[in-house]
Each structure stands twice: as structure tokens, then as C-alpha cells.
């Protein structure tokens, strides 16, 4: 069984840093290109980075560039997000995903969330 869980979400003032991470398992890892989806408060769902099975291929929204890493750790099972200068508009659930395959941005499964709240 497929299994994604998120944490590190919380609270954090304006231009704060936080790291998420979502620890995967039910399946080979290394062999899944891995994306980060968040869902802000009342609105859509937005995808907000991509990574490739072995890491060298990464994208991040426009809006997140510059301020927002996607990591992994294969050996560890492990994918990360780093979020720095973060803004109210960060605000959000933010999901750990897994694709179809080893690149591509498709989306098979995904975890259950971790709220980011981004206030003073």
C-alpha cells in the first residue's frame, strides 16, 4: 500500500523559513518522479514543485522560484521541501504526491496534507 505522510507544516511569521518533509513508503522510492501540491484556504488546488527520480531534474511554480527548494533522499525515502521568505499567501495545506512515473508531472497518489499557516 501506497503510503505518503507529511510533516513539518506549523506556524510561521512572514518571511520565515520552514522544511517540509514527507516520508513515503508501499513502494520503490527512487523509481518516481515526486511533486508538492498545496490548497491555500478556499481555493483551488495549485502545484508548487516537481522533482525527477534521481533528483537532477527540478521546477517550481513562478510565484515559488527563488524561495522554495524540492529535495529527496532516495536512501532514506524521503522527499523535503524547503520554504524560505514566506509570505500569507503560502498559506495552505500542502500535499506530497507521487507520479506515474520515474519524470513527468502526473500525480497518483497523494498524502493526507500539512497546514503551513504563514501570520504575525
Known amino acids: 500500500e501506497v503510503q505518503l505522510v507529511e510533516s513539518g507544516g506549523g506556524l510561521v511569521q512572514p518571511g520565515g523559513s520552514l522544511r517540509l518533509s514527507c516520508a513515503a513508503s508501499?513502494?520503490?522510492?527512487?523509481?518516481?518522479?515526486m511533486s508538492w501540491v498545496r490548497q491555500a484556504p478556499g481555493k483551488g488546488l495549485e502545484w508548487v514543485s516537481f522533482?525527477?527520480?534521481?533528483?537532477?531534474?527540478?521546477d517550481s511554480a513562478e510565484s515559488m522560484k527563488g524561495r522554495f527548494s524540492i529535495s529527496r533522499d532516495n536512501a532514506k525515502n524521503t522527499l523535503s521541501l524547503q520554504m524560505n521568505s514566506l509570505k500569507s499567501d503560502d498559506t495552505a495545506v500542502y500535499y506530497c504526491?507521487?507520479?506515474?512515473?520515474?519524470?513527468?508531472?502526473?500525480?497518483?497518489?497523494w498524502g493526507k496534507g500539512t497546514l503551513v499557516t504563514v501570520s504575525s
Open positions: 504526491t507521487k507520479g506515474f512515473y520515474s519524470s513527468g508531472h502526473g500525480m497518483e497518489y
Open positions: 522533482i525527477n527520480w534521481n533528483g537532477d531534474n527540478t
Open positions: 508501499g513502494f520503490t522510492f527512487a523509481n518516481y518522479a
